[in-house]
């Protein structure tokens, strides 16, 4: 097994319905890398209980019991996979980060989680974050209408997101802008955090040739930003 410290760590952010998860299972036929999906599992059975449907169903009763809930369980995530993994690169459905700068602030912004619970969450936040929450090496940016996110949302008809409007899509999208683009108002540990942005207007699930470009669009920010062994990126599927 690869020493921790050795690993290599990139986060695949986007909106809701910005298709991350079809992303990522593409990006296991290409990438010899480890890929961490969101802990979508736990956040649907919680002794019983799907927070992520009560989340969506009243807001401001459940913002602030979930976004620290999906925060802490996206770490445990993180580190089972460190510790388990012998693959040097990991690639994670959205880190930590977007938690607290596009879907908490967001929900606080909203109204839906009170100041009480805003600083709350960030004083955990800033404390996890900083002894447990390694900063990625690099964050993938699946930059998406939030109008074909909406549709997206739409054709997939999952019953939690059922309550998602157009509009929340749009702030959420703005969230990742002002973080990810415009590096707003975010820690300092983040500002020279390299970003790869990916258009994702277009339906990439079947195409081909479009997930061949997205991907050495991928190997290339791997290669130039970091010193990533060649087996990694060796995938015989690219010369397909």
Request: aromatic letters at 12%; charged letters at 25%.
């Given at each position: 097994?690869?020493?921790?410290?050795?690993?290599?760590?990139?986060?695949?952010?986007?909106?809701?319905?910005?298709?991350?998860?079809?992303?990522?299972?593409?990006?296991?036929?290409?990438?010899?890398?480890?890929?961490?999906?969101?802990?979508?599992?736990?956040?649907?059975?919680?002794?019983?209980?799907?927070?992520?449907?009560?989340?969506?169903?009243?807001?401001?009763?459940?913002?602030?019991?979930?976004?620290?809930?999906?925060?802490?369980?996206?770490?445990?995530?993180?580190?089972?996979?460190?510790?388990?993994?012998?693959?040097?690169?990991?690639?994670?459905?959205?880190?930590?980060?977007?938690?607290?700068?596009?879907?908490?602030?967001?929900?606080?912004?909203?109204?839906?989680?009170?100041?009480?619970?805003?600083?709350?969450?960030?004083?955990?936040?800033?404390?996890?974050?900083?002894?447990?929450?390694?900063?990625?090496?690099?964050?993938?940016?699946?930059?998406?209408?939030?109008?074909i996110c909406y549709k997206r949302l739409l054709k997939r008809n999952r019953s939690e997101e059922a309550g998602v409007s157009l509009d929340y899509l749009r702030t959420v999208h703005e969230k990742h802008e002002s973080w990810l683009i415009k590096k707003e108002g975010i820690a300092s540990s983040l500002v020279d955090v390299p970003?790869?942005?990916?258009?994702?207007?277009?339906?990439?699930?079947?195409?081909?040739?479009?997930?061949?470009?997205?991907?050495?669009?991928?190997?290339?920010?791997?290669?130039?930003?970091?010193?990533?062994?060649?087996?990694?990126?060796?995938?015989?599927?690219?010369?397909?």
């Amino acid at each position: 097994m690869h020493a921790l410290h050795n690993q290599k760590y990139f986060a695949v952010e986007g909106n809701i319905g910005a298709g991350k998860s079809t992303f990522l299972t593409i990006i296991r036929t290409f990438l010899n890398a480890r890929v961490v999906m969101e802990p979508h599992e736990k956040w649907q059975n919680v002794g019983g209980h799907n927070l992520l449907d009560k989340f969506y169903a009243d807001s401001s009763r459940w913002a602030y019991t979930f976004q620290m809930y999906a925060f802490i369980t996206r770490m445990m995530e993180k580190r089972e996979a460190s510790v388990s993994s012998s693959e040097v690169v990991h690639i994670l459905e959205r880190s930590v980060f977007s938690d607290r700068y596009c879907f908490a602030q967001n929900c606080f912004e909203l109204g839906v989680m009170t100041e009480l619970e805003w600083n709350l969450y960030r004083e955990c936040f800033d404390w996890l974050a900083e002894s447990h929450a390694a900063t990625p090496h690099g964050f993938i940016y699946m930059q998406t209408d939030p109008e074909i996110c909406y549709k997206r949302l739409l054709k997939r008809n999952r019953s939690e997101e059922a309550g998602v409007s157009l509009d929340y899509l749009r702030t959420v999208h703005e969230k990742h802008e002002s973080w990810l683009i415009k590096k707003e108002g975010i820690a300092s540990s983040l500002v020279d955090v390299p970003v790869l942005v990916i258009p994702c207007h277009e339906d990439f699930e079947n195409d081909r040739e479009l997930q061949k470009a997205h991907m050495a669009k991928i190997i290339d920010f791997l290669e130039v930003y970091h010193e990533i062994p060649e087996q990694v990126t060796a995938r015989p599927e690219m010369s397909y």
